[in-house]
């Protein structure tokens, strides 16, 4: 009867404490919180543009650090042909390598 007894005050407490007063509210505010105090981050994904009836297949790579800088690289998966777009306090830079031609 005791053992009874103890293991349904136990299942009341972890009930009442799991449920605590964390609303919605408070999981935006942490998360806006969390993502204004971002110092860099890096992301990578696939992007399908269409032009008419043709698909071209792209491989992004997007890295930011504080201050506004930016790497974003664009590689093309039918014909690997790369693109990458840099952004810092000097300016805004779009670099295209040459196929065929190999760098000096």
């Known amino acids: 009867m005791k053992k009874l007894f103890l293991g ?3 299942c009341g407490i972890f009930l009442i404490s799991g449920c605590g007063k964390y609303t919605e509210d408070d999981i935006i505010k942490d ?4 993502i204004e105090n971002t110092k860099a981050y890096e992301i990578e994904g696939t992007m399908e543009i269409t032009n008419n009836e043709d ?5 992004v790579n997007v890295g930011y ?6 790497k974003i690289s ?6 690997n ?9 000097d300016g805004v830079y779009v670099m295209t390598h040459k196929s065929g031609s190999s760098p000096s």
């Open 8 to 10: 349904i005050i136990l």
């Open 31 to 34: 998360l806006t919180k969390k």
């Open 55 to 59: 698909i071209y297949t792209y491989s």
């Open 65 to 70: 650090m504080e201050k506004d800088n930016y």
């Open 74 to 79: 664009l590689v093309n998966l039918d014909n």
């Open 81 to 89: 042909h790369e693109q990458v777009i840099l952004r810092n306090s």
